[in-house]
């Protein structure tokens, strides 16, 4: 069946230090992929999205681009801040399932 | 506008005991989900209703876990005989009607413990 695999955490960076999530699926046909973020005692929230190959989605500094050739979803950020702190998922929707399928989750932790 | 709500916030239930745990989805969303999130793991799909359509039961992992959901509005799931391996945050998530690149808005979840 279909999966999303995402690279374990915690993830403990620096202030301004680059960050890359790495995160690969397993899907029949095309799905649409997201990262969504929950911040410390907050909900889930969606963070950005792709709907078909080569779409890059962006938010908040925030990047991903949907590589179907490696079946990739990395999420990506120049400089990251102390509030960028949450964990991170990865997920991805499949039209023959009408569910999102999620990744394990990557806590990060960024430090002044 | 408002958001997803669920009710309880925490619930801590003695083993063997039923719950019900509520949702209720932004006003006009079609599609409801329920997901469950163990400790310190990803969000497991357990069902999915869309409008008058039967519901996707399968990913509810024992026959003493069920939901209904009346027309478009409120979702009850409910947990017979509670174990301890059913503790952990239950999510509701809606989202205007369904398919590829729809956004679900994810509800503050019902953190369950069960003792």
């Known amino acids: 069946g279909d999966s999303v695999t995402q690279m374990e955490g915690p993830v403990t960076l620096s202030e301004e230090a680059f960050l890359t999530i790495n995160c690969t699926y397993t899907?029949?046909?095309?799905?649409?992929l997201f990262w969504y973020v929950q911040y410390p005692g907050e909900g889930l929230q969606l963070l950005l999205k792709?709907?078909?190959?080569?779409d890059k989605g962006s938010n908040k500094g925030f990047e991903a681009t949907y590589r179907k050739e490696t079946t990739s979803f990395h999420l990506e950020k120049g400089s990251v801040q102390v509030s960028d702190s949450a964990v991170y998922f990865c997920?991805?929707?499949?039209?023959?399932?009408?569910?999102?399928?999620f990744g394990a989750g990557t806590r990060l932790a960024v430090h002044p | 506008g408002a958001g997803v709500s669920q009710s309880p916030s925490n619930k801590v239930t003695e083993k063997g005991k039923d719950v019900e745990l509520r949702c209720d989805p932004i006003?006009?969303?079609?599609?409801l989900y329920w997901y469950r999130q163990r400790l310190g793991q990803g969000l497991e799909f357990l069902i999915y209703?869309?409008?008058?359509?039967?519901?996707?039961k399968s990913g509810l992992p024992s026959d003493r876990f069920s939901a209904e959901r009346t027309g478009e509005s409120v979702s009850t799931l409910t947990i017979q005989r509670t174990q301890q391996e059913d503790s952990a945050v239950y999510l509701c998530?809606?989202?205007?009607?369904?398919?590829?690149?729809?956004?679900?808005?994810f509800g503050p979840g019902t953190r369950l413990t069960v003792t």
């Open positions: 997920a991805l929707f499949s039209g023959g399932y009408n569910k999102l399928i």
């Open positions: 998530a809606s989202s205007l009607g369904t398919g590829l690149g729809v956004e679900q808005y």
């Open positions: 006003s006009g969303h079609t599609a």
């Open positions: 899907a029949t046909g095309y799905p649409s």
């Open positions: 209703f869309q409008g008058n359509s039967a519901p996707d």
């Open positions: 792709a709907t078909k190959a080569d």
